[in-house]
C-alpha cells in the first residue's frame, strides 16, 4: 500500500464496489467505492495522484489496458465523514449499463470486492455511522414510491423511532422500581401504587398495540396498495376496472365469464400509487377455465389490502351475490352497486350492515374515487409511530405480550413474575435499535437490502 493517502488502511476490512442506481437506461449511474483500498484504487482508474475531499471532480476513467471508459463526475469522502464511515468514492458515469459495467470491471482488477446487498448499510451501522432503525427507513426508501411514504421515513431518519423506544423504555423502567419497592411493603398498603401501575401498564400495552395497528395499515403505503375487485358475471368488473384507467385494458362483453385471468394495472388515486385487479366473475358452475378464474380471483381478492365488490343494481339479487356479499363479510372492503343508469331491480335492503355506493362504470365512477381516496388517506392519517420493518412490528408486538403478562402477575400480587416480564418488554423494545445478538441480527436484516445500499 504505497499510497500514503490511504494511511488507515485495514487489510482485514475488504474494499467494496457496487452500482447504486438501477441499471438501465437512464442519465447517469452511479458506483460506488468503500473500504480501505478505495483512494487506491480509484486513482488507478483515474490515472491521477490526488483527489480533493468532497470536491466534484470531472475526470476520465481508464480500464487496466489504458483504454478510456467514460468521462464521470468522481467524488472521494474521506474517512470518517462517508456514508459508510470509510473511505468512498462515488462515480458518477454516463447512463446506460456500459460504462457502469466497464468500471466495475475495471475496479474489481484493482481489488474491489463486488459488495454483497445491504452491505454498505451493513458498514454503516458497525462504525456508527447510522442507527440500526434509520438504516431500516433507508431500506423502506428504496421500495417505497408514494410521496407519503417519504414524509413518513423522513421521520424515522430524524430519529422518530429512537425517541418512541426511549420513551417506552424508560416507563417500563419506572415499573420495574416500583415493584422493587412494593415489594418491601404489605398487600394492605399497596393499594395505590398498584392501581397507578397498573394504569401504566395498560397505557403502555395500548400504546404498543397501537404502533402495530397503525404500522400494518400504513405498510400498504410502503409497498404499495393492492384493491380486487370482485362480484358475479357481467356485473360489470372490466368496464370498472377501464373507467378508472380511462383506457381499454380488459375486454368487456355481455357475455358472462369474459375475463377468466387476473388482469391488473397501476393507477394514481390522489397520492396514491394503487394497483387494481380485475378478477374472473365469481359463480357456480362454470366450465373448468373458469372455475380456475374464480379460484384465482378468491386467492388474489384474500390477499388485497382492499375488495371492491361489485353488483349489478339493474339485475335482482341472486345467489351469486349473495356469495360474494358472504365473502366479503368482515374483510376490508365496500359494495359498489352498478348500473346506476339503469333502472334498479337490487334489492338493497340485502346491503343492510354493509359500506355500500351506486356507481356507474360507464359513465360515473367519481364517487367510488372519492371513497378510494379517502380510505387511502386516512389509512396514512394519526400520528402513531409508524414501524417499518416485520422486524420492528414483531418487536413490539412481543413487548405489547410481555406488558399483557405482566398485568396479570400484577393482578395476582406475583411481584417477581411481574418484574420478570416488564424486564424481557424492555429487552424487545430496546432491541429496535440495539438488538442483543447484533452480528447475527444485522447480517440477516442487510442482507434483504438491495445491491448498492
Ligand atoms: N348500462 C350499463 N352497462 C354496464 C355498466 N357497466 C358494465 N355494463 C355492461 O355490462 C356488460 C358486462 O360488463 P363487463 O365489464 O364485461 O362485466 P364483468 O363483470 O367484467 O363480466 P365477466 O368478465 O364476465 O365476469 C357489458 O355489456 C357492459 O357494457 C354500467 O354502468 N351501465
Ligand atoms: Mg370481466
Known amino acids: 500500500m504505497s499510497s500514503s493517502a490511504t494511511s488507515s488502511a485495514d487489510t482485514n476490512v475488504s474494499t467494496i464496489v457496487a452500482p447504486a442506481t438501477t441499471l438501465g437506461r437512464g442519465a447517469i449511474a452511479i458506483a460506488r467505492l468503500s473500504g480501505p483500498e478505495a483512494l487506491r484504487i480509484a486513482l488507478k482508474t483515474l490515472r491521477r495522484e490526488t483527489l480533493t475531499p468532497r470536491y466534484a471532480h470531472l475526470l476520465y476513467l481508464y480500464d487496466a489496458n ?171 368488473k372490466s368496464s370498472l376496472l377501464n373507467a378508472l384507467l380511462g383506457e381499454s385494458r380488459s375486454i368487456v362483453s355481455d357475455q358472462p365469464g369474459t375475463t377468466r385471468d387476473l388482469v391488473g394495472e397501476e393507477l394514481r388515486i390522489g397520492e396514491h400509487i394503487v394497483r387494481v385487479l380485475d378478477t374472473a366473475g365469481l359463480r357456480e358452475g362454470g366450465n373448468e377455465i373458469e372455475t380456475i378464474g374464480i379460484e384465482y380471483a378468491k386467492r388474489a381478492a384474500e390477499k388485497a389490502d382492499f375488495i371492491v365488490a361489485l353488483f349489478d343494481g339493474s339485475q335482482p339479487f341472486d345467489k351469486n351475490d349473495e356469495a360474494v356479499l358472504e365473502f366479503i363479510r368482515d374483510k376490508e ?61 414483531a418487536l413490539v408486538s412481543s413487548a405489547a405480550a410481555s406488558a399483557a403478562q405482566a398485568r396479570e402477575h400484577l393482578e395476582g400480587g406475583e411481584l417477581e413474575l411481574f418484574s420478570y416480564r416488564v424486564q424481557e418488554a424492555i429487552g424487545f423494545v430496546g432491541a429496535i435499535t440495539r438488538p442483543a445478538d447484533y452480528g447475527e441480527t444485522l447480517d440477516a436484516m442487510f442482507s434483504e437490502f438491495c445491491l448498492g445500499k
Open 66 to 236: 489504458n483504454e478510456p471508459i467514460d468521462r464521470a463526475i468522481v467524488v472521494y469522502f474521506n474517512a470518517p465523514k462517508s456514508y459508510t464511515g470509510e473511505d468512498i468514492v462515488e462515480f458518477q458515469t454516463h447512463g446506460g449499463e456500459a460504462a457502469i459495467n466497464a468500471l466495475m470491471e475495471t475496479l474489481t482488477a484493482y481489488g474491489a470486492v463486488l459488495a454483497r446487498s445491504g452491505e454498505f448499510s451493513l458498514r454503516a451501522v458497525k462504525n456508527g455511522k447510522m442507527a440500526l432503525d434509520e438504516a431500516e427507513a433507508a431500506a423502506a426508501y428504496a421500495a417505497a414510491r408514494a410521496a407519503k411514504a417519504a414524509n413518513l421515513l423522513a421521520k424515522h431518519l430524524r430519529g422518530d423511532l429512537a425517541r418512541f423506544t426511549e420513551d417506552l423504555r424508560s416507563r417500563l423502567v419506572r415499573l420495574i422500581a416500583y415493584a422493587e419497592t412494593a415489594i418491601d411493603y404489605a398487600e394492605e398498603d399497596l393499594g395505590d401504587t398498584k392501581a397507578a401501575m397498573r394504569d401504566q401498564l395498560d397505557d403502555l400495552e395500548r400504546t404498543l398495540r397501537e404502533a402495530v395497528a397503525a404500522s400494518l395499515k400504513r405498510k400498504s403505503l410502503l409497498r404499495g396498495f393492492e384493491i380486487a375487485i370482485i362480484g358475479k358475471p357481467n356485473a360489470g
Open 333 to 393: 372492503a365496500l359494495a359498489a352497486i352498478n348500473k346506476r343508469d339503469l333502472e334498479q331491480k337490487i334489492d338493497l335492503s340485502r346491503f343492510d350492515g354493509f359500506e355500500r355506493l351506486f356507481i356507474s362504470a360507464k359513465n360515473d365512477v367519481a364517487p367510488l374515487l372519492n371513497y378510494l381516496r379517502s380510505t387511502l388517506d386516512r389509512q396514512i392519517g394519526g400520528e402513531e409511530t409508524t414501524l417499518v420493518s416485520e422486524r420492528q412490528i
